[in-house]
């Protein structure tokens, strides 16, 4: 399978989970959730997607479960919208690269302080 397939593929499956967890998911406990980045293999047979969640620790819970819950739903929506022989098994993954980079910011700017009070 060509690499810019599996691009275009990729970036097509990131773009509809945006949209049907947006508009489609009916499910109150899903709040504010941004997919980052979507990974499929070279037969394109598995796909990983990755949300990132905001809000308090409880509510980051609550949609996870949810979207753990419809899982299924959202792999059968990307089905009925993408034409390909098969439907990517699709995996959800939480992105904490969002919080990781706010930290690392953080402590960078606490190193900064520390040495302009020295």
Known sequence: MSQLRSE?????????????????LK????GFVTVTKVEVTGDLRF???Y?????????????????QKAAGFLRSEIGKRIRLRFTPELSLY?????????????????????EAGH
């Open 8 to 24: 275009k593929v990729q970036e097509f499956i990131k773009q509809e989970l945006s949209k049907i967890i947006l508009t489609e």
């Open 27 to 30: 499910d109150p406990r899903v």
């Open 51 to 67: 949300v990132s969640l905001m809000g308090s620790e409880d509510e980051k819970a609550s949609t996870w479960q949810a979207l």
């Open 94 to 114: 939480i992105d904490e690269s969002l919080e990781h980079s706010v930290r690392i910011q953080e402590l960078l700017t606490k190193i900064k302080e520390e």
């Open 47 to 49: 796909a990983r997607a």
